[in-house]
């Protein structure tokens, strides 16, 4: 199967080409033509799939086919959880239109607005946004929905998990209802159907991986190690492995900007990236990384959704998260692109429920290793997962963590409501303490 035999027109062909791209990749294969044909889609997608290019190509080639020769109104909507992600796929969006005639741009928070609105001012086709600054730039009539042809929401748990599904009603509601719908998701929790069921009209689903699964060639390692010895621990692991390029995922932004200081005095570099970081800064760390300038990242779970970094040898979970989903987020930066990735958690007492419902979500037990002089003595009590109710969890822990006293109603969701968002674009109070 070529990108031809798919039906793309050979502008889009030859841009594909340039970018290195042989054939298809298995998501492209499937859900291109569905979207050629006009049909709603819901993908089961993690990133590093090539589902940004699935759905792209396939939207370009319509707005090439439909073009009106004298207006260019804003006809395509891509939503994603964050601005990383925002601007990885409008980078892609430029290049896979670099030979037709389409405009597209990128809006989101944290940066001046007025380039956006001149930006959108000059005339765009298709525009990828965060919904908190689309919808400002919306309230200052920067831009209209009146004429979207095709709305895509790319990584659609996220935006749940991070209060957006008001903003996105809302968004929503100022677009005709005639339209295309494209729905990308990593995890499918049972909020997640019912948002798509509210959004898509008879989609065709598309499947390019097990549900909840994780990548096949990952392998996972759990350190059984004690919570004040993960520091030296994680010096220990990259300096012994010669490790060049590793994300390492914190729990909290202040634990990331900690770790971080700790690894550059310890002669490695690295940089932390997370919501309290300026967006130049974020960027700064991202292209300090790829580029291999630092070899360390280290990341909070909504920072790192969406990060492009391809073909990542190790991925190390300083703290395991409480939402087990997130752990398969997380390790979908490791092992892309059919490359074997080492996904590697260092675990202390308190985390062994985390633990038990990551196997739970997995499917399968995660292989724990003791290290000879990391011996764990910690004896603290484990907290409870995000996805456990009172009643599931043995021990009750109170007062120990933020999560442990607030039960969760439904099993495997992570506890933000979408019908109870607590403002635009940002989480509950029990998921924000998180990052
Ligand atoms: P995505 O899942 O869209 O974030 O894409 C992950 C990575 O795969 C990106 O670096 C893309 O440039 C790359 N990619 C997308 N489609 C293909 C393809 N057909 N062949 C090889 N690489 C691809």
Known sequence: MTFKDLGLSPALVKAVEEKGYTKPSPIQEKAIPHILEGKDILASAQTGTGKTAGFTLPVLQHLVATRHPKYRPLRVLVLTPTRELAAQVQDNVR????????????????????????????????????????????????????????????????????????????????????????????????????????????????????????????????YKVDKNKKTEFTIKLIKDGNWNQVLVFTRTK??????????????????????????????????????????ILVATDIAARGLDIPLLPHVVNFELPNVPEDYVHRIGRTGRAGAAGEAISLVCSEESEYQSEIEKVLKEKLPSTVVEGFEPTDTEPPKRAASQSKGSFGKKNKGSSSQGNKPKSKPHFKGNKPSEPSGRGRANTTKKKRY
């Open 95 to 222: 290049e896979y239109s670099k030979y037709v005639d389409i405009k597209s741009a990128v809006v989101f928070g944290g940066v001046n607005a007025k380039p956006q609105i001149a930006s959108l001012r000059s005339g765009v086709d298709v525009l990828v946004a965060t919904p908190g600054r689309l919808l400002d730039l919306h309230d200052r009539k920067a831009l209209s929905f009146k004429r979207i042809e095709v709305l895509i929401l790319d990584e659609a748990d996220r935006m749940l998990d991070m209060g957006f599904v008001r903003d996105i009603n809302k968004i929503i509601s100022f677009m005709p209802a005639k339209r295309q719908n494209l729905m990308f998701s990593a995890t499918f929790s049972n909020d997640i159907k019912k948002l798509a069921s509210g959004i898509l009209r008879n989609p065709v689903s598309v499947e390019t991986a097990p549900q909840n699964s994780t990548a096949k060639k990952v392998t996972h390692k759990v």
């Open 254 to 295: 202040h634990g990331a900007n900690k770790l971080t200081e700790k690894l550059i005095k310890a002669g490695i570099s690295a940089a932390a990236i997370h919501g309290n970081k300026s967006q130049g800064a974020r960027t700064k760390a991202l292209k300090n990384f790829k580029d291999n300038s630092i070899k």
